[in-house]
Protein backbone atom coordinates (compact mmCIF):
# COMPACT_ATOMS: atom_id res chain seq x y z
CA UNK A 1 0.00 0.00 0.00
CA UNK A 2 1.40 3.59 -0.53
CA UNK A 3 1.23 5.24 2.46
CA UNK A 4 1.65 8.29 3.27
CA UNK A 5 3.59 10.54 5.88
CA UNK A 6 2.84 14.20 6.41
CA UNK A 7 3.68 16.50 9.29
CA UNK A 8 1.17 16.43 11.85
CA UNK A 9 1.18 20.33 12.28
CA UNK A 10 2.46 23.79 10.44
CA UNK A 11 2.05 27.40 11.68
CA UNK A 12 2.22 30.21 9.66
CA UNK A 13 1.38 34.26 9.26
CA UNK A 14 -0.79 35.82 6.53
CA UNK A 15 0.64 36.38 3.12
CA UNK A 16 3.64 33.68 3.28
CA UNK A 17 4.25 30.68 1.52
CA UNK A 18 3.34 27.37 2.96
CA UNK A 19 4.73 24.38 1.18
CA UNK A 20 3.80 20.82 2.81
CA UNK A 21 5.25 17.84 2.05
CA UNK A 22 3.57 14.14 1.84
CA UNK A 23 5.81 11.26 1.64
CA UNK A 24 4.95 8.33 -0.29
CA UNK A 25 7.76 6.21 -0.73
CA UNK A 26 5.35 3.12 -2.43
CA UNK A 27 3.73 4.93 -4.87
CA UNK A 28 2.96 2.72 -7.84
CA UNK A 29 3.02 3.59 -11.79
CA UNK A 30 -0.75 4.34 -11.87
CA UNK A 31 -0.79 6.29 -8.65
CA UNK A 32 -2.16 10.16 -8.58
CA UNK A 33 -1.63 12.18 -6.13
CA UNK A 34 -4.18 14.35 -4.46
CA UNK A 35 -4.70 17.02 -1.59
CA UNK A 36 -7.90 17.58 0.13
CA UNK A 37 -8.33 20.72 2.41
CA UNK A 38 -10.88 20.53 5.62
CA UNK A 39 -12.40 23.60 7.68
CA UNK A 40 -13.48 23.03 11.42
CA UNK A 41 -16.85 21.33 11.08
CA UNK A 42 -17.14 20.79 7.36
CA UNK A 43 -16.48 18.08 4.89
CA UNK A 44 -13.07 18.00 2.84
CA UNK A 45 -12.92 19.76 0.08
CA UNK A 46 -10.29 18.60 -3.04
CA UNK A 47 -8.27 21.02 -3.90
CA UNK A 48 -5.45 19.57 -6.43
CA UNK A 49 -4.52 16.49 -8.58
CA UNK A 50 -1.43 15.27 -10.16
CA UNK A 51 0.60 12.60 -11.34
CA UNK A 52 4.55 14.42 -12.14
CA UNK A 53 6.00 17.48 -12.54
CA UNK A 54 3.71 20.82 -11.65
CA UNK A 55 0.11 21.26 -11.71
CA UNK A 56 -0.88 24.50 -10.72
CA UNK A 57 -4.90 25.70 -10.13
CA UNK A 58 -6.25 29.17 -8.75
CA UNK A 59 -5.94 27.86 -4.99
CA UNK A 60 -2.42 25.87 -5.01
CA UNK A 61 0.00 24.05 -6.62
CA UNK A 62 1.24 20.91 -6.76
CA UNK A 63 5.23 19.78 -6.99
CA UNK A 64 6.02 16.17 -7.51
CA UNK A 65 9.60 14.72 -8.74
CA UNK A 66 10.54 12.48 -11.04
CA UNK A 67 10.78 9.86 -8.42
CA UNK A 68 7.39 10.25 -7.09
CA UNK A 69 8.60 9.21 -3.51
CA UNK A 70 6.93 12.87 -2.10
CA UNK A 71 4.93 15.52 -3.40
CA UNK A 72 4.62 19.62 -1.98
CA UNK A 73 1.32 21.42 -1.60
CA UNK A 74 2.15 24.95 -2.18
CA UNK A 75 -0.26 27.73 -1.00
CA UNK A 76 0.57 31.25 -1.89
CA UNK A 77 0.07 33.89 0.25
CA UNK A 78 -1.85 32.59 2.80
CA UNK A 79 -4.81 34.16 4.68
CA UNK A 80 -6.38 33.64 8.08
CA UNK A 81 -9.22 31.24 5.93
CA UNK A 82 -6.17 29.04 4.76
CA UNK A 83 -6.45 27.67 8.36
CA UNK A 84 -7.36 24.03 8.16
CA UNK A 85 -6.29 20.85 7.62
CA UNK A 86 -4.97 19.03 4.82
CA UNK A 87 -4.87 15.62 3.35
CA UNK A 88 -2.74 13.77 1.18
CA UNK A 89 -4.47 10.66 -0.59
CA UNK A 90 -2.23 8.68 -3.09
CA UNK A 91 -3.64 5.95 -5.30
CA UNK A 92 -5.10 4.78 -8.62
CA UNK A 93 -5.84 6.55 -11.37
CA UNK A 94 -9.69 5.62 -11.66
CA UNK A 95 -9.75 6.86 -7.85
CA UNK A 96 -11.69 4.03 -6.19
CA UNK A 97 -10.04 1.22 -4.72
CA UNK A 98 -10.13 1.80 -0.58
CA UNK A 99 -5.87 1.96 -0.88
CA UNK A 100 -7.30 5.95 -2.61
CA UNK A 101 -9.71 6.49 -0.57
CA UNK A 102 -7.52 6.81 2.68
CA UNK A 103 -6.83 10.13 4.12
CA UNK A 104 -4.40 9.80 6.86
CA UNK A 105 -3.99 11.89 9.79
CA UNK A 106 -3.73 15.26 7.63
CA UNK A 107 -1.38 18.00 7.89
CA UNK A 108 -2.97 20.67 10.23
CA UNK A 109 -2.28 24.58 9.42
CA UNK A 110 -2.08 27.10 11.61
CA UNK A 111 -2.17 30.38 9.76
CA UNK A 112 -1.92 33.27 12.71
CA UNK A 113 -2.27 37.23 11.55
CA UNK B 1 -27.05 22.09 -7.24
CA UNK B 2 -27.50 22.13 -4.17
CA UNK B 3 -24.41 20.03 -3.21
CA UNK B 4 -24.62 16.92 -1.68
CA UNK B 5 -27.43 17.14 1.08
CA UNK B 6 -27.41 14.79 4.68
CA UNK B 7 -30.17 14.82 7.50
CA UNK B 8 -30.08 15.14 10.38
CA UNK B 9 -27.53 17.30 10.91
CA UNK B 10 -27.47 16.11 14.33
CA UNK B 11 -28.78 13.53 16.09
CA UNK B 12 -28.29 12.72 19.90
CA UNK B 13 -29.46 9.32 20.58
CA UNK B 14 -29.72 6.72 23.68
CA UNK B 15 -27.18 3.48 23.51
CA UNK B 16 -29.42 0.60 22.11
CA UNK B 17 -31.35 3.05 19.55
CA UNK B 18 -31.78 2.26 15.83
CA UNK B 19 -29.95 5.54 13.66
CA UNK B 20 -30.56 6.13 10.04
CA UNK B 21 -28.42 8.78 8.97
CA UNK B 22 -29.25 9.87 4.90
CA UNK B 23 -28.00 11.25 1.86
CA UNK B 24 -28.65 12.56 -1.44
CA UNK B 25 -25.77 12.73 -3.75
CA UNK B 26 -25.39 15.22 -6.64
CA UNK B 27 -27.88 14.53 -9.51
CA UNK B 28 -25.37 12.55 -11.96
CA UNK B 29 -22.90 11.27 -9.90
CA UNK B 30 -22.73 8.10 -9.95
CA UNK B 31 -20.73 6.84 -7.13
CA UNK B 32 -21.89 7.75 -3.40
CA UNK B 33 -19.06 7.22 -0.40
CA UNK B 34 -20.21 7.11 3.76
CA UNK B 35 -17.12 8.34 6.01
CA UNK B 36 -17.14 8.03 9.32
CA UNK B 37 -14.29 11.09 11.38
CA UNK B 38 -13.33 11.04 14.72
CA UNK B 39 -10.72 12.48 16.79
CA UNK B 40 -8.92 9.59 17.46
CA UNK B 41 -9.10 7.23 14.35
CA UNK B 42 -9.44 10.19 11.80
CA UNK B 43 -11.33 10.47 8.14
CA UNK B 44 -12.19 6.45 7.50
CA UNK B 45 -14.11 5.23 4.90
CA UNK B 46 -16.79 2.96 5.92
CA UNK B 47 -18.54 1.69 2.16
CA UNK B 48 -18.94 3.38 -1.28
CA UNK B 49 -21.55 2.75 -4.15
CA UNK B 50 -20.91 2.67 -8.22
CA UNK B 51 -24.16 2.78 -9.59
CA UNK B 52 -26.26 2.56 -6.37
CA UNK B 53 -24.60 -1.24 -6.05
CA UNK B 54 -22.38 -1.13 -2.99
CA UNK B 55 -18.90 -2.43 -4.45
CA UNK B 56 -16.64 -2.10 -0.41
CA UNK B 57 -18.00 -2.39 2.52
CA UNK B 58 -15.20 -3.57 4.35
CA UNK B 59 -14.91 -0.40 6.34
CA UNK B 60 -17.80 -1.24 7.79
CA UNK B 61 -16.82 -1.97 11.64
CA UNK B 62 -19.48 -4.35 12.49
CA UNK B 63 -22.93 -6.03 11.77
CA UNK B 64 -24.51 -3.86 13.83
CA UNK B 65 -23.94 -1.03 10.78
CA UNK B 66 -25.56 -1.54 7.29
CA UNK B 67 -25.90 0.79 4.49
CA UNK B 68 -28.25 0.82 1.46
CA UNK B 69 -28.99 2.59 -1.55
CA UNK B 70 -31.85 2.28 -3.19
CA UNK B 71 -31.55 4.66 -6.20
CA UNK B 72 -28.93 7.38 -7.80
CA UNK B 73 -30.60 9.91 -5.45
CA UNK B 74 -30.58 8.49 -1.77
CA UNK B 75 -28.23 6.38 0.33
CA UNK B 76 -29.25 5.32 4.16
CA UNK B 77 -26.32 4.30 6.59
CA UNK B 78 -28.41 2.43 9.83
CA UNK B 79 -26.92 1.67 12.91
CA UNK B 80 -28.49 -0.77 14.96
CA UNK B 81 -28.41 -0.89 17.85
CA UNK B 82 -26.09 1.97 18.21
CA UNK B 83 -23.21 2.45 21.02
CA UNK B 84 -21.26 4.87 22.73
CA UNK B 85 -18.46 4.33 20.48
CA UNK B 86 -20.52 5.04 17.75
CA UNK B 87 -20.13 8.71 18.23
CA UNK B 88 -18.24 10.53 15.62
CA UNK B 89 -19.18 12.75 12.35
CA UNK B 90 -20.56 11.01 9.19
CA UNK B 91 -19.82 12.55 5.81
CA UNK B 92 -21.46 11.23 2.87
CA UNK B 93 -19.74 11.78 -0.20
CA UNK B 94 -20.22 11.28 -4.15
CA UNK B 95 -18.55 12.01 -7.34
CA UNK B 96 -18.78 11.57 -10.78
CA UNK B 97 -16.82 9.24 -12.36
CA UNK B 98 -16.53 11.45 -16.03
CA UNK B 99 -14.99 13.91 -13.97
CA UNK B 100 -11.58 14.21 -12.24
CA UNK B 101 -10.85 11.08 -10.75
CA UNK B 102 -10.35 12.12 -7.48
CA UNK B 103 -12.72 14.73 -6.70
CA UNK B 104 -15.59 13.80 -4.28
CA UNK B 105 -18.16 16.52 -2.94
CA UNK B 106 -18.56 16.16 0.75
CA UNK B 107 -21.94 16.72 1.95
CA UNK B 108 -21.86 18.87 5.79
CA UNK B 109 -22.05 15.83 8.01
CA UNK B 110 -23.99 14.66 10.32
CA UNK B 111 -22.21 14.62 14.26
CA UNK B 112 -23.81 11.62 15.83
CA UNK B 113 -23.99 11.27 19.84
CA UNK B 114 -24.72 8.54 21.31
CA UNK B 115 -25.18 8.24 25.46
Known amino acids: LAKTTQPISMDSYEGQEVNITCSHN???????ITWYQQFPSQGPRFIIQ?????VTNEVASLFIPADRKSSTLSLPRVSLSDTAVYYC?????WGTGRRALTFGSGTRLQVQP | DAGVIQSPRHEVTEMGQEVTLRCKPISGHDYLFWYRQTMMRGLELLIYFNNNVPIDDSGMPEDRFSAKMPNASFSTLKIQPSEPRDSAVYFC?????????????FGPGTRLTVT
Open chain 1, 26 to 32: NIATNDY
Open chain 2, 93 to 105: ASRDSSGPAYEQY
Open chain 1, 50 to 54: GYKTK
Open chain 1, 89 to 93: LVGDM
